[in-house]
């Protein structure tokens, strides 16, 4: 099992590649879902932070993902970019999630010189980045990128649920839940719903005269 000394010790190598190397992590949530926007988060750590349990926010609890967001919030450097529903309909998932990335790393209060990214994706940025297939596995910065991405986006869609309380948006988070899908077909579409994602677009389709 990986330890949260691998996790450091992962970013570590970087460091010695890309020296003087301040590395951030950036993660993303939010990109299966029918609805909601997608969040990334970028994390750059200050050299005593640590959180002892750090690991892939989905090995995680909620509780403790609640957990480690509040301490990592508290001792690292974070920033978020959050891209909606009707952009993501625009530009489409992908190009939508590098662009909360991008923000994300834009947001940070301090310009790391090293990026390192979950999956293979490239940023329009003019910093120096990696992309890494499942890096919330191996990574400590991008581990902490994916908790506070996860929460942050848990934490709206919440809001969401209180706005169109016939949703359900806080238990099934917008993921195409059979909950949710059986909600959609009874309910129909809210305004946060994307509209270019299956089964929604089907739905909109039926619709139409």
């Given at each position: 099992?990986?330890?949260?000394?691998?996790?450091?010790?992962?970013?570590?190598?970087?460091?010695?590649?890309?020296?003087?190397?301040?590395?951030?992590?950036?993660?993303?949530a939010?990109?299966?879902?029918?609805?909601g926007?997608?969040?990334?988060a970028?994390?750059?750590?200050?050299?005593?932070?640590?959180p002892?349990?750090?690991?892939?926010?989905?090995?995680?609890?909620?509780?403790k993902?609640?957990?480690?967001?509040?301490?990592?919030?508290?001792?690292?450097?974070?920033g978020?970019?959050?891209v909606?529903?009707?952009?993501?309909?625009?530009?489409?998932?992908f190009?939508?999630t590098?662009?909360a990335m991008?923000?994300?790393?834009?947001?940070?209060?301090?310009?790391?010189?090293?990026?390192?990214?979950?999956?293979?994706?490239?940023?329009?940025?003019?910093?120096?980045?990696?992309?890494?297939?499942?890096?919330?596995g191996?990574?400590a910065?991008?581990?902490?990128?994916?908790?506070?991405?996860?929460?942050?986006?848990?934490?709206l869609?919440?809001?969401?649920?209180?706005?169109?309380?016939?949703y359900?948006?806080a238990?099934?988070?917008?993921?195409?839940t059979?909950l949710?899908i059986?909600?959609?077909?009874?309910?129909?579409?809210?305004?946060?719903?994307?509209r270019?994602?299956?089964?929604?677009?089907?739905?909109?389709?039926?619709?139409?005269p």
């Amino acid at each position: 099992m990986l330890r949260v000394e691998d996790l450091f010790r992962f970013d570590e190598s970087f460091a010695e590649e890309f020296p003087p190397s301040v590395i951030a992590g950036v993660d993303e949530a939010g990109r299966g879902p029918l609805a909601g926007p997608v969040v990334a988060a970028s994390v750059l750590f200050r050299r005593s932070a640590r959180p002892s349990e750090l690991n892939d926010s989905k090995k995680l609890s909620p509780k403790k993902r609640e957990i480690l967001f509040r301490e990592i919030a508290l001792h690292c450097l974070v920033g978020i970019g959050i891209v909606p529903e009707a952009v993501i309909d625009e530009i489409n998932i992908f190009q939508a999630t590098r662009l909360a990335m991008r923000e994300a790393v834009l947001a940070l209060p301090k310009t790391p010189t090293l990026i390192l990214i979950d999956g293979k994706i490239k940023l329009d940025l003019p910093l120096p980045q990696v992309g890494i297939v499942r890096g919330d596995g191996q990574s400590a910065a991008i581990a902490a990128a994916s908790i506070v991405a996860k929460v942050c986006r848990d934490h709206l869609m919440r809001k969401f649920d209180s706005i169109y309380p016939d949703y359900g948006f806080a238990q099934h988070k917008g993921y195409p839940t059979k909950l949710h899908i059986d909600i959609l077909r009874s309910k129909g579409i809210s305004p946060i719903h994307r509209r270019s994602f299956r089964p929604v677009a089907e739905l909109l389709e039926k619709s139409e005269p």
